[in-house]
């Protein structure tokens, strides 16, 4: 069953660069007829070079923009042009997880007390155990709870990230370049986390990423975009074995590979 | 802050105070102006005025007369006023509360004024609310505090007299105060006929100083909202729920506060500066005032126990400010 789905979406954002004198400035249109949908439990990777719209994409789908053009649905509710209020009761069911954890965790706050306005807010349970429990759930001990972000290493910030994510028990998580500013054995088991956490509460993952590889073990189906559109999408295997365009077959072609020979640096 | 911290800061603020102590020492006596000639007598005779240079110990090499006043100091003694005949610190001692408490009410509304045009811009970020907010902004920080002043007195005090322009209370009220903090005093022992009488005649004075910094804080707070409100952690709080007051409130406020604080620091030690101009505008019986008519009587004494008051408040509210920009910033706190 359907659970977002972003049908014909457009996003204009005023273009920085142009200053009218008079009146509005000109506009720029970043996302360009963009339609995706997740059902429950699955995940799509949004793949792309930088600047091709993957995150204002996965922002449109948290209803964190409002979309220019198009219709946004969750759960069957139309969301498009819903008022705060109106999107009060459904935040908690959607969230985000940040490609930079050190910006996304503010740095005046402890990360007990970030956990626990989350909670509070969407009325759960905010006490030591449970801040603990959801702590020990990522990987990270209950002290961590009177640290303030600067005081954790970068993996375990993400971890933060993740455990923010998940406290509130949401059906729809947008994970954007989640792993990108980790190093490789961090990375892996960042994503062993995201993998445990959307495989036991049936989370749809919109995975933002531009690194192929990960997209590969983690997305079921991908979503390819450049210059704000979609230019390639389908089940990630097949995508894989035969890209239709050209622009898909350059990104697989970037995928590094594994030393190809043992033992060549020795030499 | 570490103990070693404030060891080192106190004694900059100290070796600051000799330096203080050093210049104006120097200039006063350097500056053209006799304090002797304003007060001898016509017809008096060049033994008269030497013997006045030798009761004010004038005779004396610079460098002699200094450390006698250095002494002076260290003993708690700031000499005797030539023009009022009274000790340095009795008279300031009397001046003082008056300028503190108008310098302090003053920044009160700044720090309030201010605080209000960034949210209220930085929530209506894009609408006209932020244009119009920008350039009244704009106006305000353009017109310097004594330029209010008199614009405040022609324009409420004389065109439409709906606020009293000069001195600090109504001489024809008598409190009974003992001490020269009126609005604290008369608030403690609950005088509010006076305190409210006191503030009115603040009123006008308070705001000249206030407006231009006033200005200052909204226009850099406004900017530093505006930096924090792109971060991640603003668009995770709307994730989370948070509604758009306690976003401004809780997350952005805290960050977006450290840089306009020091800048607030500084341009407070402006306002003080500020009250000289100010309270001479409005007749109004702090320091400020005090130091104008020390300078034109070549009050040396006084000129020099005001400069060094005016150092230690200066210093005062940069360690203030110091000590509670770390506490807001909990990466400085640990460090």
Redo the contacts between chains.
Sequence with gaps: MTLIEARNISLDVPDMSHQALIGQRRKLRILKNVSLSLKKGETVGLVGESGSGKTSLGRCLLRLHEPSEGTLAFDGQDITHASPAQLKPLRRRMQMIFQDPQSSLNPRHTIGSILATALKLNELDAGETSIAAILGRVGLPASASRRYPHQLSGGQRQRVGSALAVALKPEFVVADEIVSGLDVSTQAQVLDLLKGLRDEMGLALAFISHDLSVVRSLCERVVIMKNGEIVEEGLTADVFANPKTGFTRTLIASIPLPEVRPGWLDQ | MPFSLILSRALSALVTLFGVMVVVFVLVRVAPGDPISMMIAPGATDADIAALRAHYGLDLPVWQQFWIWFGQVLHGNLGTSISMKQGVITIIGQRLPATLELAIFALAMAVVWGGFIALVSTAWRGAWVERLIDNFNGIMLAVPDFIWGLAFVLVLGVLAPVLPISGRSDPSIDAGLTTQFYILEGLLRGKFAFVWDVLKHMLLPACALAFPLAAVIGRVLKNTMMDVMV???I??????????LRILL??AL??AAVPALALTGVQFTFLIGGTVITERIFSYPGIGNLAIDAVINRDLPLIQGLVLTFGIIFITVNMLVDALTVW????LR?A
Excluded: V, W
């Excluded at chain 2, 668009?235 to 758009?244: C, E, V």
């Excluded at chain 2, 807001?328 to 990466?331: A, E, F, G, T, Y």
């Design positions: 971060q991640d952690y668009t995770l709080a709307r994730i989370k729920g948070l509604s758009s809780q997350e805290r960050n807001l910033n909990p990466r640990h």
